[in-house]
């Protein structure tokens, strides 16, 4: 029978030497392997596991109660925040009000793109927002994460080197393998009707799309928030308030020392 993953997470009550030890050997005793073990924030430890039945980890479950050292706090088949979890020891923190919102800080740069990777590399249509504040690092978070999923990515729109604005593409760059970054602000403030041809073109595309700053993308266009799978938001820390007041200032003027790429 082929071994299958859980996730165990455990929070300390009194973290006295050798608990861990005891644990591991707890899990000997009962046939399951670790794969990987890691601490998740606030005195949490998370395993992944692997083990044949079920019925284990029920029974490890029902042993591990009768501890007045630790308080199970998990166990279920993994997630991938549990993935993410265990490997960067700190989880992902949603929106309250919105669970598909996910924010992130600079220092959690590796955290980010790593979970951006993973939904990168799932089959299909997704579209992604990113919202935050010029030079925070969205668009190079972007491009290091299609690396490490193996993805190409094409600029539709973009900000990162020169202002850059798409008409067409050619052939081979239709691809459900790309993946296509649009920068909101400059296809709302600066694009033709091509671009904006070629923007739906690539939105019917069975593939992952990433827009940079989605508020003001929908506020010129007829695509809702809804229409969003995830939307992240990158902080230069906890307390940055995400604003657009200098984007809607009326100054983004054809000669105001941009240079631009129109393709």
């Known amino acids: 029978m082929e071994k299958k993953e859980w996730y165990l997470e455990y929070e300390i009550q009194y973290n006295r030497p050798g608990l861990l030890g005891d644990i591991s050997s707890l899990l000997g005793m009962m046939s399951i392997n670790i794969v990987t073990i890691n601490g998740v924030e606030n005195s949490h430890r998370g395993m992944l596991l692997l083990c044949k039945e079920e019925e284990q980890m029920t029974r490890l479950k029902s ?23 265990v490997r960067h020891g700190r989880y992902i923190h949603s929106d309250v009000d919105d669970r598909k919102t996910f924010r992130f800080n600079r220092e959690d740069l590796g955290l980010l793109v790593d979970f951006m990777a993973e939904l990168f590399m799932k089959d299909g249509h997704k579209l992604i927002g990113i919202r935050g504040m010029p030079r925070v690092g969205k668009t190079e978070s972007v491009v290091a ?12 729109s973009s900000t990162l080197l020169k202002q850059t604005v798409r008409n067409q593409l050619i052939d081979d760059e239709y691809s459900e393998d790309n993946l296509y970054i649009i920068d909101g602000i400059v296809s709302a403030r600066r694009a033709s009707e091509q671009h904006w041809q070629l923007v739906r073109e690539i939105m019917r595309l069975p593939a992952t799309k990433v827009i940079e700053h989605p508020d003001i993308f929908v506020q010129e266009t007829e695509y809702k928030m809804d229409d969003f799978d995830y939307i992240i938001e990158l902080r230069n820390n906890d307390d940055e308030e995400i604003t657009y007041e200098t984007v809607e200032k009326p100054s983004m003027s054809m000669n105001d020392g941009f240079s631009m790429f129109d393709f």
């Open 63 to 85: 042993i591990l109660d009768t501890m007045d050292t630790i308080k199970v706090t998990k166990l279920r088949k993994p997630k991938l925040r549990d993935r993410l979890a």
């Open 145 to 156: 994460s299609s690396v490490c999923a193996n993805k190409r990515w094409l600029f539709v």
